[in-house]
Structures are given as structure tokens and as C-alpha cells.
């Protein structure tokens, strides 16, 4: 066997799969974007969907509505991380289990971390309940509305619930280990507690801080279950309103919902070619 | 003291932290466990009317037993498949160097990135003219399109770790290729690989909406059972649903403490 | 200049059977360097970051200048450290992780600058600093190290180590810019090894520790000359002990009865130490004779195991005199050089 060959002979099957269902699958929603509906006999393209989307107003609030959810859950999620991370670095009693704890939400699914929010933070949820038995809110419309609410609270604190381990465990491997050895160097030179963060903790976290958090943010702008399990009914994300409008009975809103969902998929690829554009440069 | 009583604010600063942490981990599960016990638990009381209603469905009703079956039965097959061609993918990029490498590796793991109604909505019209949707077979294939990454990347770590070196002297000593991957290889690599099937398993277990838009009204796998019980309402049920849906989780957390997060070195602060 | 006290410092470890520190008592001068040598894990790393106040003393004290600092944290201490590992920040270029520690002081700009040149140029590495920090030689990261542990003019300066991940020769260079530094900037400065060719060259005095305990404490000569138990004369490479007794000032073996006027007066139980140069080759008659049971040719010298009355000994004589295997050498002690340590079964 061909030495040279052996590495594409292996990746074959792998390369089939991502060719033909994922790339295969992008294309052909693309040319539906395009207008291509040989079915009816049309057999040109053009941009009409993409035109009429937007111009769309309830699409664009999405956009902006996806976005804003992306990054609150994501930046919350630094912060949390960072914070945790940084008091979990050191070695105490326990810490084991902390850690554990930590990490724990990290293989479940983000649909349980849903039905938990659900169940606790709705106007008459666990939480809710709780207040009424300490007095602090008589009925359940006097707790706040922070399940089906326009500020998507609840999706942000579902998304928290998954992202903020995933973030915090790269980072705390990360302060652990170079962490505390440039620590105790910094120490000597008389930095004091917030100069180690600012200048030096800080800056080594920040690869294992961005890798991570373009995926929570790409899978964040994408989300479709958690949004739809405890969004409200405006505004929608972009994913709900892309396949609300892919299961419309009308056909003829098909390109539209194809566009939409390309739109999707080219903001997350654009950030992610902007990421590795970045750490490149950096490095 | 003023460097103990720092050493001392430290401490309770991170015991706060802690509890907070614990806190916020571990206490959705409550209600979620409280609900598929109950038979009516409305407001504002803390306890319900308690119930075993809810599990007696589950464990008896044909409509979720068969949606169990159809999770196990996909995610299974989904994790067998994405071994089998995952083994040999992260073999090439974790063990060999070559033009367009980096090109591949990110290709391969764009599908776990980005997210894929495109490509569920995309391959939906060819599914059909090739009467793979409304099927099981148009959902394992569409499943694969996210597990794939994720089997690619564990093992990828487990490959570059590992040393070709010990092939080499089997091969030298009179091993044929075949006993020595059944032999020397396997065991080096077995661990990495049930740590990368349990992820792998447990993303197709956790598929909603490819499955939604693939399978059609034939394929009801879990997910999609949880959220009809949610939308109607029926929390007990759905509690007891959710409880079975995090059981693969809960295995691989407690199962598998050791390979768990795949670095060792978050536990390494022990010493 | 800092004058250093350390009191009955005491480091245990909660759970741990044995202190890695105890009682350790020292006082250095300002502007000595002083080596804290010994093998792996006896504690001087321990004692270092206690200084730094890196680690809380279980009981005891640090004194700079006759005054505690147990208090003070030690980002306040102005006790620089230099690891094993450079640490250079790698986000930061040469001149910034250089000057890292002016920074942190609120220093002015221009005058970090022209502080961090000059030291660029003590470290022989002058223009470099724009360098990126991750584009150095070991060695010259190890400079750059330097160079920033000491451009902040701390009243202590610590070493743990900075030579033992650096090449053999790179190592002598960089020990002779060490020496050099110190006595131009006249810091105060301790230096852990665990070699201690490297702690004879470069100390003014050696602290010597074993299992958490200071053994002896001096100018390098005295290790050689007087070591004060068996253990640190092997240490020192010393492999020549005959049991004996001393009585006055005389000690009597079986290789004959010496009278040493280094001796105090004492009536015990020693052995005799006998240095592998503290021989001469000689026919007389307080000679002994030995026969060559191996050589090991070390250039300016040969190093000879002998049999003597039954058992093994080292000698060292010069390149000049070359015996063979099997052959007898005549030779006699040197009784200048000899010294005696305390017969101890447990050594």
C-alpha cells in the first residue's frame, strides 16, 4: 500500500460522509434558496428569498434576537467560568468532588437542562413557589416572567447551564498546570492579587476562553430546542422561525426558510474562519 | 496576620462559590425528579400529591417503550457506524502528517460547529426521492452528520497519544497485521475508544430536531416523545421521561470517573 | 543591603509523618551569596519560598534586617525568585516581562525603560528587547529571567535551581554572569542546588541540609576540611573512613595513630576521615602499602582504588605518578589534612 495514499484511504468513508450528507445536504438547501424549483418547472435562480427575508422585519428582529441570546449566555458564561475556574485552581479539601461537580453538566443533554428551567423558573415554577412560602411574592404573577419572555431569560439560563462547564473545565485545566507556576513567579515580582489576574492569568486564559466560546456561541446562535421549549412567542429565533416557515403548508415559503437557515450556517462559518484567522495571527 | 486573614477571606470566598456551585448543578434536578412522582402538583405547594402514575406509564405504555427502543436501537447503530469509519479517519490525522491536513481536520469537525438545520432541511428532498425520510435508515444517516466530529476527535487524542512503536516490534516479532491490531493495538486504545462511543452515543441520543425533520411521523425517538408530553403539559410524565433520558449521562459520568473530561490533568491539583 | 535571619524555621504539612523543614537556624550577611545545597527533597526549596513568603512557616521567623516580615505577603516582601523553568510571560516580549515587575511598582515609563536596557546589557543580551519571548535559547531565557528578578532591586535575592535545566557548558558560563551580577549589584542572594561543584563555585557560604535539617553551615573550604559528620564528607566526595578512637587529640586505627592538632580535645568513638588527596606517595617508615585493585585516569589526576589491610579505599595522586594494576603503591597520610567525625552505626 501506497504510503503516500494511506491517510486518504482511511479518511475515505469519513470523507464520504462529510461530503455527501453534509456538504450535500448545505448544497442542495442552497440552490432551494436559490429559487430552484424544478418541480414546477423552474429551472433558473435568483435571489428573491434572500431579498425577501431581508426585508423581512420579524427575520431581522431574529437575527438580532439569536445574536442576543448567543452572546449572553455565552458571555455570561465566561464570566461564571472564569470565576469558578479561579477558585477551584488551588489544591483544598475536597476539590475532587468540586470539580466533578463542575464538569458535570457537560454530557447532558441541553434538553433536560430545559425541562429543569421550565419546571423552576415559570411564574408558577419550583422558585416561584418558594418565594410565595417566604412571603416575598403573593401569586404567581407577581414573580417575574422569566420563562416565555421577550428578553429570553430562560433559554439564557438553560444555555448557562451547558456552556458555563464547558468553558470553565478548559480553563481550569489551563490555570492549574501553567497557571500557578506563573503565579508564584508573578508573586515574586510584587504583583499583588488583581495585577496576577489582569496581567497574567488573564492572558493565558484567553486561547482555551475563545476556542470554547465560538462553539457556544455558533451553537447558541443555532439553537433550536431550548428557545423553542422555553421561548416565547416573539421574538422567535432564527432556527424557530426558519423551520416554522419550512413546515408552513404553503409551499412557496420554502426558499425562504432555506435562506434563513443559510444565513445561519454562513455567520457560524464566517466566525469561525475569523477565529482561526485571529489565533493565527496571534501566534 | 494579615497573610492569614487574606488566606482565611480566600476560603470562604471560594466556600460561598462552592455551595452557589452545587446549588446551581444540582438542584434542577429536584423538580424534575419531584414532578414523576407526583399526580397533581399545583401551585403554590412545595410537595405534591404523590403518585406513581407517572412511572407506571412509562414503564408500561407501548408508545414509549417503543420510543426507548428506537433510541437505543438508532443511537447504537449511529455509535457502531461512526466507530467504524471514525477508527481509521482518526488514525490518518492522529498518526499521520500529510498534505491538506489541516484542511481535513477542520472539515471533519465543521458538522459538530455548525449547526445543521441547513443540512436537515437540505438533504430532506433527496431523502425522499430516495425514500430514506420518514424512515429509521434517513435518521441514522442524518445522525451521523454530528456524531462523526465527535468520535473523529476523541479518537484522534487517543491515536496521537499512543506509540506506533509497539505495532512495529509485534510486527517484528511475527505478528501479522490482523493479531496485531486485535492484540496490541486494541487494548492500548480500547479506554479512549469507550470514552469516544458513550459522547458519541449520547449525541445521537440527544438529536431533536434532525431527528424531527428525517424521521417524520414514523420515527419517535425520546426527545421527541419529552417534548409532546412537555407541550401538553403533562409534567409527570415528562419528568419521568426526562429521568430515562439523562440515564446514558449519568452513566458515563459515574461510569467512567477516570477517562471522564478526557484531561487528566483538571484532577491534577489533587497532589 | 538586607541582612537575612532565619529563626527556628519549622515547615509540617498537615498529614505528613515527618517536617520537611525543622528548626532551621541561619543568618547571612548583606551581600552574600550563600548556597542552600543538598540532595533532592531535603527541604531547601522549602525554606526558599518560606523566605519568599510564597509558604507560611509552621513556627519560626524570617528577619530582613532584624525586623520580622512573617506579616507581610510576598508580593510586598521585595524578594524576587527565579525558578528552575524561566517562566517568561509568553504574552509578553523580553523587554516587557523585564520590566513586568516596574510595572507593577507604577514605575514611569521612560524610567523602565532605561532601567530595563541596563540590565539588558549586565545580562550580555543588550538590545533584545523586543524581542518575543518565546524565540530564545534556554539559556538566554534564563538571562532574561535574571534580569527581571533583579531589576526591581529586591532586598532578597532567591534562586531555586536556575542552572539544572541548562547544558554543561552553558551552566559554567551562566554561574560565572551569576557571581559576576551579584557582586556588581550587591544583593543580598540565596541560591538552592543540589550540585555542589556549583555551590563551591559560586558561594561566598554553603548551607548544607539533610532531611529538612541545616547539617553544617561555612565557606565552601570547610566542607572539604572539616565536615562535621560522615554523611556530608560523602557528600563532598569523600569515601575514605576508618573506624577508630580518639583520645585528646590522638586518634588511633589500624592504620596507625595520628595526632592532629585540628582535633579539639575529645575521648570517643570516630572515624578517621581521610580526604583521596590528603596522601603522598612515600617510602618511609610510617608509610603504608597498598595494592592497585583499579584506575580511573581523570586527566590532571588519576584516581586509584586500593586494597588496604582488607578493605577498599580511593586515593587520588598525580597524572605523573601512574601505577598499574596489581601494583603496590607506598604512600602516607598527610596528617594536616586528615580529620575526624563521630563514629555514628546509623550513617
Redesign the interface.
Known amino acids: 500500500m501506497d504510503e503516500k495514499n494511506k491517510p486518504w484511504l482511511l479518511l475515505l468513508p469519513a470523507l464520504l460522509v462529510i461530503v455527501f450528507l453534509f456538504l450535500g445536504g448545505i448544497l442542495f438547501c442552497i440552490v432551494q434558496s436559490l429559487n430552484y424549483q424544478p418541480i414546477i418547472g423552474k429551472t433558473t435562480i435568483d435571489l428573491e428569498a434572500y431579498r425577501s427575508i431581508f426585508t423581512e422585519r420579524t427575520f431581522l428582529v431574529s437575527l438580532v434576537y439569536s445574536f442576543y441570546i448567543a452572546f449572553g449566555a455565552t458571555f455570561l458564561s465566561i464570566v461564571t467560568a472564569i470565576i469558578i475556574a479561579m477558585a477551584l485552581r488551588k489544591t483544598f479539601i475536597g476539590k475532587s468532588i468540586a470539580v466533578f461537580t463542575f464538569q458535570f453538566p457537560i454530557p447532558i443533554p441541553h434538553i433536560v437542562s430545559g425541562v429543569a428551567i421550565l419546571m423552576l423558573f415559570t411564574q408558577s415554577g419550583f422558585i416561584s413557589r418558594i418565594f410565595n412560602m417566604m412571603g416575598i411574592a403573593e401569586s404567581p404573577s407577581s414573580f417575574p416572567e422569566l420563562v416565555f419572555d421577550p428578553m429570553g431569560v430562560g433559554i439564557i439560563l438553560a444555555l448557562l447551564w451547558k456552556f458555563m462547564p464547558f468553558i470553565g473545565v478548559s480553563v481550569l485545566a489551563l490555570l492549574q498546570t501553567s497557571g500557578l507556576v506563573y503565579e508564584e513567579q508573578a508573586t515574586s515580582l510584587g504583583a499583588n492579587s488583581w495585577q496576577r489576574f489582569r496581567y497574567v492569568l488573564l492572558p493565558i486564559m484567553k486561547p482555551a476562553i475563545m476556542s470554547t466560546s465560538i462553539l457556544t456561541f455558533a451553537y447558541g446562535f443555532g439553537a433550536y430546542e431550548l428557545p423553542f421549549l422555553l421561548g416565547g412567542v416573539y421574538p422567535k429565533t432564527l432556527a424557530i422561525v426558519a423551520f416554522e416557515r419550512y413546515n408552513n403548508v404553503d409551499l412557496t415559503y420554502r426558499p425562504e426558510s432555506m435562506a434563513m437557515s443559510i444565513v445561519i450556517t454562513i455567520f457560524v462559518v464566517s466566525l469561525i474562519l475569523l477565529y482561526r484567522k485571529m489565533a493565527t495571527q496571534n501566534s | ?4 486573614k ?1 488566606k482565611n477571606q480566600n ?1 470562604i ?2 466556600k460561598i ?2 455551595v452557589l ?2 446549588t ?9 425528579l419531584i ?1 414523576s412522582f407526583s399526580l397533581r402538583w399545583n ?4 410537595i405534591p400529591e404523590f403518585s406513581l402514575r407517572a412511572w407506571k406509564y412509562v414503564f408500561t405504555q407501548k408508545n414509549i417503550i417503543s420510543s426507548l427502543f428506537s433510541s437505543i436501537l438508532i443511537s447504537s447503530v449511529v455509535t457502531a457506524i461512526s466507530l ?3 477508527l ?2 482518526a ?3 492522529g498518526m ?1 502528517k ?1 498534505k491538506g ?1 489541516k484542511l ?1 481536520s ?3 469537525t ?2 459538530a ?11 430532506q ?2 431523502f425522499i426521492k430516495l425514500g430514506l425520510s420518514d424512515s429509521i435508515y434517513g435518521v441514522v ?2 445522525h ?2 454530528p456524531v ?1 466530529p465527535y468520535m ?1 476527535m476523541n479518537l484522534s487524542s487517543v491515536y496521537e497519544a499512543y506509540n506506533p512503536e509497539f505495532e512495529q516490534q509485534a510486527r517484528v516479532l511475527g505478528a501479522n497485521a490482523f493479531t496485531t491490531f486485535y492484540k496490541i493495538t486494541i487494548p492500548a486504545i480500547l479506554p479512549g475508544i469507550i470514552v469516544a462511543s458513550m ?1 458519541s452515543f ?1 449525541v445521537s ?2 438529536q ?2 434532525l431527528t424531527l ?1 428525517i424521521g417524520g411521523a414514523s420515527t419517535k425517538t425520546l ?1 421527541l416523545l ?2 409532546a408530553f ?1 407541550n401538553s403539559g403533562d ?1 409527570a410524565i ?2 419521568a421521561i ?1 429521568i430515562i ?2 440515564l446514558p ?1 449519568l452513566i ?2 459515574f461510569g467512567s ?1 477516570k477517562y ?2 478526557g ?1 487528566k ?7 | 543591603m538586607t541582612k537575612l535571619q532565619l529563626i527556628n524555621l519549622t515547615k509540617h504539612y498537615s498529614g505528613a509523618p515527618e517536617p520537611s523543614v525543622k528548626d532551621f537556624n541561619l543568618t547571612v550577611e548583606p551581600g552574600e551569596l550563600v548556597a542552600f545545597l543538598g540532595p533532592s527533597g531535603c527541604g531547601k526549596t522549602t525554606v526558599l519560598k518560606m523566605i519568599s513568603g510564597l509558604l507560611l512557616p509552621t513556627e519560626g521567623d524570617v528577619l530582613f534586617n532584624d525586623e520580622s516580615v512573617i506579616e507581610i505577603p510576598p508580593e510586598k516582601r521585595e524578594v524576587s525568585m527565579v525558578f528552575q523553568k524561566p517562566l517568561l510571560f509568553p504574552h509578553m516580549n523580553v523587554g516587557e516581562n523585564i520590566g513586568f515587575g516596574l510595572r507593577m511598582r507604577k514605575q514611569k515609563k521612560d524610567e523602565i525603560k532605561v532601567k530595563v536596557n541596563n540590565m539588558l546589557e549586565l545580562v550580555r543580551l543588550k538590545g533584545y528587547a523586543d524581542r518575543k519571548s518565546t524565540e530564545l535559547s534556554g539559556g538566554q531565557e534564563q538571562r532574561i529571567s535574571l534580569a527581571r528578578g533583579l531589576v526591581i532591586e529586591p532586598r532578597i535575592f532567591l534562586l531555586d535551581e536556575p542552572l539544572s535545566a541548562l547544558d554543561a557548558s552553558l551552566r559554567i558560563e551562566m554561574r560565572e554572569l551569576i557571581r559576576k551580577i551579584q557582586r556588581h549589584m550587591k544583593v543580598t542572594t540565596i541560591c538552592v542546588t543540589h550540585d555542589q561543584e556549583e555551590a563551591v563555585m559560586l558561594a561566598d557560604k554553603i548551607a548544607l541540609m539533610f532531611d529538612g535539617k541545616l547539617q553544617q553551615y561555612g565557606v565552601p573550604e570547610v566542607f572539604y576540611e572539616r565536615p562535621k559528620t560522615k554523611r556530608i564528607a560523602e557528600f563532598f566526595g569523600c569515601t575514605n573512613f576508618v573506624k577508630g578512637t580518639q583520645k585528646g587529640r590522638t586518634v588511633a586505627t589500624k592504620l596507625g595513630a595520628y595526632t592532629l592538632d585540628q582535633l579539639d580535645d575529645d575521648n570517643r568513638e570516630v572515624y578517621l576521615v581521610v580526604r583521596p588527596e590528603a596522601v603522598e606517595v612515600s617510602d618511609g617508615a610510617d608509610s603504608l602499602k597498598a595494592k592497585v585493585k583499579s584506575r580511573i585516569f581523570m586527566g590532571t589526576h588519576v584516581r586509584y582504588i586500593i586494597d588496604l589491610f582488607g578493605k577498599e579505599y580511593q586515593i587520588t595522586l598525580e597524572s605523573a605518578t601512574l601505577y598499574k594494576e596489581g601494583d603496590i603503591i607506598s604512600f602516607r597520610l598527610l596528617k594536616e589534612r586528615l580529620w575526624a567525625v563521630p563514629y555514628d552505626d546509623n550513617i
Do not use: Q
Not at chain 2, 1 to 4: D, L
Not at chain 2, 25 to 32: C, K, L
Not at chain 2, 43 to 46: G, K, Q, T, V
Not at chain 2, 265 to 271: L, N, P, Y
Open positions: 496576620m494579615a497573610c492569614i487574606k476560603n470566598t471560594r462559590i462552592l456551585l452545587y446551581w448543578t444540582f438542584v434542577p434536578f429536584i423538580p424534575i414532578w401551585y403554590p405547594n412545595l467504524a469509519i471514525g481509521p479517519a488514525k490518518a490525522l499521520y500529510f491536513k481535513i477542520t472539515l471533519v465543521l458538522p460547529i455548525v449547526p445543521l438545520l441547513a443540512v436537515a432541511m437540505g438533504i428532498v433527496v444517516l442524518i451521523l452528520v462523526m473523529i459522547f449520547i441520543w440527544s431533536y430536531l425533520i426527545p419529552l417534548f412537555l409534567y415528562g419528568g426526562c433520558f439523562v449521562a458515563l459520568l470517573p471522564f473530561a484531561t490533568s483538571v484532577r491534577g491539583g489533587e497532589v
